[in-house]
Nanobody
C-alpha cells in the first residue's frame, strides 16, 4: 500500500534551518508529482511546495518563496524540504503528499520559537 513517512522536524530558533525528508513506498514514486503542505491547529491545510516528476519544475507558496527549497532523490524514493530563515509563523505540522494519489504522511512537527 502507499506509504509516506516524514522525518526531520523539531524545534528551531527564528532564523534557523531544518530539512524535512519524506520517504515514499508502495507506488512508482518517480512517476508522481510530490508536494509539501502544512497545517496549524484550527486552520486548513495549506500548500507549501510542489515538485514535478523529473524534479525540474518547482512551485512555492508566496510565504516561503526564497526561503524553502523542495527537491527529490528518485534513487532513494525521497523528497526533501530545506527550510531556511525560519519564522515563528512557519510553525506547523508539515505533511508530504502525492496529490494524484491523495495519500498523506503522518506529519512532522516544526516549531520555530526562541
Amino acid at each position: 500500500q502507499v506509504q509516506l513517512v516524514e522525518s526531520g522536524g523539531g524545534l528551531v530558533q527564528p532564523g534557523g534551518s531544518l530539512r524535512l525528508s519524506c520517504l515514499g513506498s508502495g507506488f512508482p514514486f518517480r512517476m508522481y508529482t510530490m508536494a509539501w503542505y502544512r497545517q496549524v491547529p484550527g486552520k486548513e491545510r495549506e500548500f507549501v511546495a510542489r515538485i514535478s516528476t523529473a524534479g525540474i519544475t518547482t512551485n512555492y507558496a508566496d510565504s516561503v518563496k526564497g526561503r524553502f527549497t523542495i527537491s527529490r532523490d528518485k534513487a532513494k524514493n525521497t523528497i526533501y524540504l530545506q527550510m531556511n530563515s525560519l519564522k515563528p509563523e512557519d510553525t506547523a505540522v508539515y505533511y508530504c503528499t502525492a496529490p494524484l494519489l491523495d495519500s498523506w504522511g503522518q506529519g512532522s512537527q516544526v516549531t520555530v520559537s526562541s
